[in-house]
């Protein structure tokens, strides 16, 4: 399970802290480690803060965007230290492990963590399917981002225990499609957007919050691929009625 685990880091600032993120993975064994547009690196800070896990540092993915960071996981969660305008699920760093422990093993998870001063964009974290928050003293309430990713790389190093140990037969059975990729999430709600303003039910001139609250709805499901793809169908048959191009199907 563990491996399927992705810590994304975007635009951090100072290079000892993705050392020490890095450091902090290899810990609990995680190993994917992706940065986001960093200010610098490779740098021998990071390195030397990494002590001995320079080999996730070497292995780090560079991207550009937080969009080609997550473009093929199936589920991305956002951290967030604050509350934000408009509600959004969220749960503790142990609640996401629970989250986690019920996908299927194939599922790629992304976690989010964003710039040391100010975190993720309210952009960034409508792209997750969920948010995460550490509980802190509300006095002193400021963590460091390596201090984050291990509290949260500990809660899923435990569920990884929890799942090697032998247990009762479980009942049920597993959810049997795989879930839908971040790019193809952002294809439906590219062709959501451009349907509603079709059918005139979304000014653009005047969207308010709409794909906000849209986004909210579709990503608090985490839909999996075949129904993304009934969406989609849906939202060509709209286009047809009304004559309107259909968008690219991806």
């Known amino acids: 399970m563990l491996d399927q685990i992705r810590i994304i880091l975007v635009n951090t600032t100072h290079p000892g802290n993705i050392g020490a993120v890095a450091r902090a993975m290899k810990n609990m064994g995680l190993a994917d480690l992706c940065l986001v547009a960093p200010k610098r690196f490779p740098d021998p800070e990071a390195d030397a803060r990494a002590s001995g896990a320079t080999d996730i540092l070497a292995a780090a993915t560079l991207v550009d965007t937080l969009e080609d960071a997550i473009a093929d996981c199936h589920l991305v969660v956002g951290t967030s230290a604050r509350g934000r305008h408009i509600p959004w699920p969220i749960m503790n760093p142990r609640e996401l492990a629970g989250v986690v422990g019920k996908v299927a093993p194939d599922t790629r998870v992304a976690i989010v963590f964003g710039r040391e001063d100010r975190g993720l964009t309210?952009?960034?974290?409508h792209r997750c399917h969920h948010h995460v928050q550490i509980p802190t003293n509300p006095d002193f309430s400021s963590l460091n981002v390596a201090a984050a990713v291990q509290v949260?790389?500990?809660?899923?190093?435990?569920?990884?225990?929890s799942l090697d140990e032998p247990s009762a037969p479980k009942w049920g059975t597993q959810w049997d499609i795989e879930l839908a990729q971040a790019k193809e999430l952002e294809l439906l709600f590219e062709h959501l957007e451009k349907t509603l303003v079709e059918i005139e039910f979304l000014d653009p001139e005047n969207p308010r919050q709409l794909m906000t609250r849209m986004r909210r709805l579709f990503?608090?499901?985490v839909p999996d691929k075949v129904e993304v793809n009934v969406l989609r169908g849906i939202l060509r048959s709209v286009d047809e009625k009304v004559g309107a191009d259909h968008p690219k199907k991806g």
Request: aromatic share 6%; net charge negative.
């Open 122 to 125: 309210n952009e960034e974290l």
């Open 152 to 161: 949260i790389a500990y809660e899923l190093r435990m569920l990884q225990e």
């Open 219 to 221: 990503l608090r499901a």
